[in-house]
């Protein structure tokens, strides 16, 4: 049965009439066209859909629609401002941090979540933030894209 969900999402006011069971990333991906989540495992354990939920970046696959009614919402799509890309987008382009698109965008959300909440982390309080985001095609080895230097694989 469907139902009304309101919640702000990338700074607008969003209503939907959904079935609030349904999870957050489905509903993202396919009801709002928003695609940067990726749909890696759907049991939260690899970082592809990772979006915020006021200012915690969380596992879009794991939250259901009625969780997010009144929340605030930041998507990947909602990073970019006046068709600029958010310093941290930049970041990553300009310090070769991109891997896949797949995994890519729950990479920067996941750093982003990082810096809302400690602007200033130390390295190894981003290596901890980030070897939750896994690679799944197979092209980095290891459990982690980030925890181990090249010179470690
Ligand atoms: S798809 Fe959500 S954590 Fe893997
Ligand atoms: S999943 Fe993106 S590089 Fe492997």
Same mark, same amino acid.
């Given at each position: 049965?469907?139902?009304?969900v309101r919640l702000k999402l990338n700074g607008k006011s969003v209503s939907l009439q959904v079935d609030p069971s349904r999870t957050l990333l489905w509903v993202l991906r396919y009801d709002?066209?928003?695609?940067?989540?990726?749909?890696?495992?759907g049991e939260g354990l690899c970082g592809a859909c990772t979006v915020i939920i006021d200012r915690q970046d969380t596992r879009s696959c794991s939250v259901a629609m009625s969780d997010v009614a009144g929340k605030e919402l930041i998507t990947i799509e909602g990073? =970019?401002?006046?068709?600029?890309?958010?310093? *941290? $987008? =930049?970041?990553?382009?300009?310090?070769?941090? *991109? $891997?896949?698109?797949?995994?890519?965008?729950g990479m920067i959300m996941s750093a982003y979540g990082l810096l809302l909440n400690n602007p200033h982390p130390t390295r190894r309080e981003i290596l901890r933030h980030m070897e939750g985001n896994l690679c799944r095609c197979g092209a980095i080895h290891g459990s982690s894209t980030l925890s181990k230097p090249p010179h470690g694989r």
């Open positions: 049965m469907k139902d009304t709002l066209k928003l695609t940067g989540a990726k749909y890696g495992c990073l =970019e401002q006046n068709d600029k890309l958010h310093p *941290l $987008q =930049e970041a990553f382009v300009q310090h070769d941090a *991109l $891997q896949c698109g797949y995994c890519t965008p």
